[in-house]
């Protein structure tokens, strides 16, 4: 099974400028977790998705949105960016039956924002 | 609500030492914990997750990671650490499709 790949792997934008990222989950599993990771702040919580339909949300702005598409792909889209934005990007998936289901990651998308 | 606590952003051991990464949690349902690693410019991996089978969970590459509810601790062992283990790991707390994770924890593995 091919994992989860998310596209691009590098991307720089300039502030005020929108970005969309995308991630293709591992072939049949149905949820799709978005994370942020910095030096300072670790790892924080985007949303979730499970089937189109956004599960839950951490305590991210408005900027910060997403969605899931029908076959699971997610994209996660970041609008009026700010330098405060730079991250790693890292998109996860799951089958999304249970709660202790173990996440599987990709690579990631670094953002950096000049 | 749900968190986590990774005691010490950095351990440093000898190639051969005990590996010991502390994790304290706390949750207002039974915990669903588990353990990840990322290594430099790649996504987590996960090392293992209490099933609540057993207290004393065995994951990848001779990591395990005991479960102490008395404690609130599920700490990251193993016997003896290896070079290619000097990464970052960090612990993590699962509820309802939402994953908190700690600060992480950097090894370092000194030949």
């Known amino acids: 099974k091919a994992g989860v790949t998310q596209t691009p792997r590098y991307l720089i934008k300039t502030r005020g400028q929108q970005v969309t990222l995308s991630c293709s989950p591992i072939?049949?599993?149905?949820?799709v977790s978005w994370y942020q990771q910095t030096p300072g702040q670790g790892l924080q919580f985007l949303f979730e998705y499970f089937s189109e339909t956004q599960r839950n949300k951490g305590n991210f702005p408005g900027r910060f949105s997403g969605r899931q598409f029908s076959n699971s792909r997610s994209e996660m889209n970041v609008s009026t960016l700010e330098l405060g934005d730079s991250a790693l990007y890292l998109c996860?998936?799951?089958?999304?039956?249970?709660?202790?289901?173990?996440?599987?990651f990709g690579s990631g998308t670094q953002l950096s924002v000049l | 609500a749900q968190s986590v606590t990774q005691l010490g952003s950095h351990v440093s051991v000898s190639e051969g030492a005990l590996v010991l990464l502390r994790c304290n949690y706390s949750?207002?349902?039974?915990?669903?914990l588990f353990w990840y690693v990322q290594y430099p410019n790649q996504g987590l991996q996960l090392l293992l997750k209490y099933t609540s089978a057993a207290t004393l969970v065995k994951g990848i590459n001779g990591f395990e990671a005991e479960f102490k509810k008395s404690e609130t601790s599920f700490h990251l062992t193993k016997p003896s650490a290896h070079m290619s283990d000097a990464a970052e790991y960090f612990c993590a707390v699962s509820d309802r499709g939402k994953s908190t994770f700690g600060d992480g924890t950097t090894l370092t593995v000194k030949p």
């Open positions: 072939s049949g599993h149905r949820s």
């Open positions: 996860a998936s799951s089958p999304g039956r249970g709660q202790n289901e173990k996440l599987f």
């Open positions: 949750s207002s349902v039974p915990p669903y």
